[in-house]
Protein backbone atom coordinates (compact mmCIF):
# COMPACT_ATOMS: atom_id res chain seq x y z
CA UNK A 1 0.00 0.00 0.00
CA UNK A 2 1.16 3.33 -0.95
CA UNK A 3 1.13 6.89 0.97
CA UNK A 4 -1.80 8.05 -1.33
CA UNK A 5 -3.83 4.87 -0.70
CA UNK A 6 -2.76 4.90 2.75
CA UNK A 7 -4.28 8.63 3.34
CA UNK A 8 -7.23 7.78 1.24
CA UNK A 9 -8.27 5.42 3.25
CA UNK A 10 -7.66 7.55 6.86
CA UNK A 11 -9.84 10.42 4.77
CA UNK A 12 -12.44 7.55 4.15
CA UNK A 13 -11.95 6.04 8.01
CA UNK A 14 -12.56 9.73 9.10
CA UNK A 15 -15.84 10.27 7.43
CA UNK A 16 -17.40 7.36 8.05
CA UNK A 17 -16.86 7.37 12.08
CA UNK A 18 -18.53 10.87 11.69
CA UNK A 19 -21.17 9.74 9.58
CA UNK A 20 -21.76 6.54 12.52
CA UNK A 21 -21.77 8.96 15.34
CA UNK A 22 -24.65 11.12 13.42
CA UNK A 23 -26.41 8.35 12.71
CA UNK A 24 -26.33 7.36 16.55
CA UNK A 25 -27.14 10.66 17.62
CA UNK A 26 -30.53 10.86 15.41
CA UNK A 27 -31.03 6.93 16.63
CA UNK A 28 -30.82 7.66 20.27
CA UNK A 29 -33.89 10.28 19.40
CA UNK A 30 -35.79 7.78 17.29
CA UNK A 31 -35.39 9.11 14.28
CA UNK A 32 -33.54 5.70 12.70
CA UNK A 33 -34.10 6.49 9.16
CA UNK A 34 -33.37 9.92 8.99
CA UNK A 35 -30.37 9.24 10.83
CA UNK A 36 -29.42 6.67 8.33
CA UNK A 37 -30.02 8.96 5.42
CA UNK A 38 -28.08 12.53 7.18
CA UNK A 39 -25.60 10.05 7.85
CA UNK A 40 -25.10 8.92 4.50
CA UNK A 41 -25.01 12.48 3.04
CA UNK A 42 -22.78 13.18 5.70
CA UNK A 43 -20.24 10.78 5.06
CA UNK A 44 -20.44 12.02 1.13
CA UNK A 45 -19.76 15.28 1.92
CA UNK A 46 -17.16 14.71 4.44
CA UNK A 47 -15.56 12.40 2.09
CA UNK A 48 -15.30 14.95 -0.58
CA UNK A 49 -14.56 17.59 1.87
CA UNK A 50 -11.25 16.01 2.91
CA UNK A 51 -10.46 14.91 -0.62
CA UNK A 52 -10.39 18.57 -1.72
CA UNK A 53 -8.51 19.78 1.36
CA UNK A 54 -5.67 16.83 0.56
CA UNK A 55 -6.16 17.48 -3.42
CA UNK A 56 -5.11 21.37 -2.65
CA UNK A 57 -1.85 20.38 0.43
CA UNK A 58 -0.84 18.30 -3.34
CA UNK A 59 -1.57 21.32 -5.29
CA UNK A 60 0.97 23.78 -3.09
CA UNK A 61 3.21 21.06 -2.47
CA UNK A 62 3.51 20.40 -6.73
CA UNK A 63 3.79 24.08 -7.39
CA UNK A 64 6.18 24.72 -4.83
CA UNK A 65 8.30 21.97 -6.31
CA UNK A 66 8.17 23.64 -9.60
CA UNK A 67 9.02 27.33 -8.23
CA UNK A 68 12.00 25.21 -6.60
CA UNK A 69 13.06 23.48 -9.91
CA UNK A 70 12.82 26.66 -11.46
CA UNK A 71 15.40 28.68 -9.11
CA UNK A 72 17.44 26.29 -9.40
CA UNK A 73 17.44 26.07 -13.02
CA UNK A 74 17.86 29.81 -13.12
CA UNK A 75 20.73 29.58 -10.77
CA UNK A 76 22.41 27.18 -12.94
CA UNK A 77 22.29 29.36 -15.86
CA UNK A 78 23.27 32.37 -14.31
CA UNK A 79 26.22 30.50 -12.64
CA UNK A 80 27.30 28.91 -16.38
CA UNK A 81 26.64 32.04 -17.97
CA UNK A 82 28.71 33.85 -16.30
CA UNK A 83 32.16 30.79 -16.12
CA UNK A 84 31.30 30.81 -19.64
CA UNK A 85 31.88 34.84 -20.30
CA UNK A 86 34.71 34.42 -17.84
CA UNK A 87 36.16 31.56 -19.67
CA UNK A 88 35.53 33.35 -23.14
CA UNK A 89 37.61 36.53 -21.76
CA UNK A 90 40.46 34.27 -20.69
CA UNK A 91 40.74 31.88 -23.73
CA UNK A 92 38.76 33.54 -26.41
CA UNK A 93 35.21 32.59 -28.21
CA UNK A 94 34.38 28.81 -27.77
CA UNK A 95 34.55 26.36 -30.85
CA UNK A 96 32.07 24.61 -29.92
CA UNK A 97 29.03 24.28 -26.96
CA UNK A 98 26.91 21.70 -26.38
CA UNK A 99 24.24 21.57 -24.10
CA UNK A 100 22.88 18.16 -22.19
CA UNK A 101 19.58 18.55 -19.93
CA UNK A 102 20.01 21.77 -18.65
CA UNK A 103 22.89 24.64 -18.41
CA UNK A 104 24.49 23.12 -15.44
CA UNK A 105 24.97 19.90 -17.78
CA UNK A 106 26.90 22.26 -20.54
CA UNK A 107 30.33 21.45 -22.35
CA UNK A 108 32.27 23.73 -24.16
CA UNK A 109 35.50 23.52 -25.92
CA UNK A 110 38.30 26.11 -26.18
CA UNK A 111 40.67 24.75 -29.00
CA UNK A 112 43.21 27.43 -29.37
CA UNK A 113 43.99 27.22 -25.54
CA UNK A 114 43.24 23.73 -25.71
CA UNK A 115 40.56 24.17 -22.63
CA UNK A 116 37.38 22.43 -21.91
CA UNK A 117 34.62 23.51 -19.92
CA UNK A 118 32.68 20.30 -18.60
CA UNK A 119 30.14 20.76 -16.09
CA UNK A 120 31.56 24.02 -14.10
CA UNK A 121 34.98 22.67 -14.57
CA UNK A 122 37.67 24.24 -16.69
CA UNK A 123 39.92 21.50 -17.84
CA UNK A 124 42.87 20.97 -19.64
CA UNK A 125 42.14 18.70 -22.76
CA UNK A 126 45.10 16.24 -22.07
CA UNK A 127 43.34 15.46 -18.83
CA UNK A 128 40.52 13.59 -21.05
CA UNK A 129 40.81 10.07 -21.37
CA UNK A 130 37.74 8.25 -22.43
CA UNK A 131 34.48 8.09 -22.60
CA UNK A 132 31.12 5.86 -22.76
CA UNK A 133 27.66 6.18 -24.08
CA UNK A 134 25.07 4.37 -21.40
CA UNK A 135 21.94 3.66 -23.13
CA UNK A 136 18.60 3.61 -21.16
CA UNK A 137 15.07 3.78 -21.22
CA UNK A 138 12.80 6.88 -21.26
CA UNK A 139 9.09 5.96 -20.27
CA UNK A 140 5.71 7.88 -20.87
CA UNK A 141 3.80 8.76 -17.59
CA UNK A 142 0.62 8.58 -17.92
CA UNK A 143 -1.81 10.43 -15.54
CA UNK A 144 -4.07 8.15 -13.52
CA UNK A 145 -5.75 10.49 -11.46
CA UNK A 146 -4.86 11.90 -7.65
CA UNK A 147 -3.50 8.76 -6.50
CA UNK A 148 -0.52 8.13 -8.77
CA UNK A 149 1.35 8.73 -12.07
CA UNK A 150 2.48 5.36 -13.67
CA UNK A 151 4.49 4.37 -17.00
CA UNK A 152 2.74 3.43 -19.86
CA UNK A 153 3.72 0.94 -22.82
CA UNK A 154 6.05 3.97 -24.46
CA UNK A 155 9.52 3.34 -23.96
CA UNK A 156 12.26 5.96 -26.20
CA UNK A 157 15.71 5.58 -26.12
CA UNK A 158 17.82 8.13 -23.74
CA UNK A 159 21.68 8.46 -23.68
CA UNK A 160 23.87 9.31 -21.15
CA UNK A 161 27.80 10.15 -21.48
CA UNK A 162 30.37 9.35 -19.28
CA UNK A 163 33.68 10.97 -19.30
CA UNK A 164 36.42 10.21 -18.01
CA UNK A 165 39.28 12.31 -16.57
CA UNK A 166 42.41 12.45 -15.13
CA UNK A 167 41.42 13.21 -11.27
CA UNK A 168 41.78 10.60 -8.66
CA UNK A 169 38.76 12.24 -7.04
CA UNK A 170 36.51 12.87 -9.47
CA UNK A 171 37.61 10.81 -12.60
CA UNK A 172 34.09 10.61 -14.03
CA UNK A 173 31.72 13.31 -15.35
CA UNK A 174 28.22 12.22 -16.39
CA UNK A 175 25.81 14.26 -18.80
CA UNK A 176 22.23 13.20 -19.01
CA UNK A 177 20.74 13.93 -22.59
CA UNK A 178 18.19 11.98 -22.17
CA UNK A 179 16.21 11.38 -25.83
CA UNK A 180 18.53 13.88 -27.10
CA UNK A 181 20.90 11.66 -29.60
CA UNK A 182 21.91 14.67 -31.64
CA UNK A 183 23.53 16.71 -29.40
CA UNK A 184 24.54 13.47 -27.32
CA UNK A 185 26.85 12.62 -30.95
CA UNK A 186 27.82 15.78 -31.25
CA UNK A 187 29.56 15.93 -27.72
CA UNK A 188 30.74 12.28 -28.59
CA UNK A 189 32.30 13.43 -31.70
CA UNK A 190 34.14 16.15 -30.36
CA UNK A 191 35.54 14.09 -26.96
CA UNK A 192 36.81 11.45 -30.48
CA UNK A 193 38.66 15.04 -31.99
CA UNK A 194 40.20 15.93 -28.11
CA UNK A 195 41.71 12.51 -27.53
CA UNK A 196 42.51 12.03 -30.62
CA UNK A 197 44.59 15.58 -30.44
CA UNK A 198 46.21 13.95 -27.48
CA UNK A 199 47.36 11.59 -28.73
CA UNK A 200 49.19 13.54 -31.72
CA UNK A 201 50.49 16.12 -28.89
CA UNK A 202 52.12 13.18 -26.72
Not at 34 to 55: D, E, F, N, P, Q
Not at 142 to 161: C, F, L, M
Amino acid sequence: MDRQERKSRIRDAIALLLAVGISVAFSINGHYVTGIIVATVAAIAIRSLLSMIAGRRRKTATNRERERQMHLAGYDEGQSRAQLARLTALYGKPDNVIFASSWRDCVAAFGAARRLYIMGRDLPMEAVLSYSVERYAARDVADVGAKRRKPTSGIRPAYKVNVTIDDLSSPVITLDFGEDAGSMKTLTALLTAVIHGNGRAD
